[in-house]
């Protein structure tokens, strides 16, 4: 019996989500279906169409919502309510890989009901794989982690003030 096992990339380096739409890409190709919920970025990433050409289904946040950091407690409040929905959403529908792209901060941040999160990856239907990606994971996502890959950063163009470039890091 396929039990459906659950993958952490996490970590503070570049390639959580990278790593996560790979295995999307692996689960495509071979015929299998999958659903990614991306919680606090803007839906404007490049892999998403051809994901979604492919027959992913995305649930995305919007542009123009900003960095947590500098929205007011009423554009928090909409976001987190937002991503509630696309998480609903997303589960409402079969599929044999579901990504939670930046679930970790998403929890850590209040901007999704961690709950639901959890009722994701741990009440999962039978041969589900199911990705969290993110820099701190809950302690009971690494607990809950079959796979727990950690990304570590030893050296970053930010770092010379190069800024993020389409197409390599969005």
């Known amino acids: 019996m396929n039990k459906g096992l659950v993958h952490l ?6 390639g959580k989500t990278t790593a996560a739409f790979g295995l999307a890409l692996r ?3 071979s015929g299998g279906s999958v659903a990614v919920v991306q919680f606090l970025k803007d839906g404007q990433s ?17 542009p123009g919502t900003g960095f947590f950091s500098q929205m007011t407690p009423e554009e928090r409040r909409t976001v987190r ?9 997303a589960l409402a529908q079969p599929c044999d890989l579901l990504v939670l ?29 199911v990705v969290l990606t993110g820099r701190d994971p809950a302690d009971w996502m690494q607990l809950a982690a079959d796979y727990s890959t950690e990304m570590r950063c030893h050296k970053h163009p930010y770092q010379q003030g190069i800024t993020a470039r ?3 890091e969005y």
């Open 101 to 129: 792209d930046e679930a970790c901060a998403a929890c850590r941040l209040g901007m999704v009901d961690e709950g639901l999160v959890r009722h994701a990856v741990l009440d999962r239907p039978a041969g589900r794989e």
């Open 46 to 62: 490049s892999e998403l169409q051809p994901l979604r050409q492919l027959g992913a289904r995305v649930y995305s946040g919007q």
């Open 27 to 29: 689960m495509l190709g």
């Open 166 to 168: 389409k197409g390599v």
């Open 9 to 14: 990339y996490w970590g503070d380096g570049k």
């Open 81 to 89: 309510a937002r991503h509630d929905d696309l998480l609903q959403q």
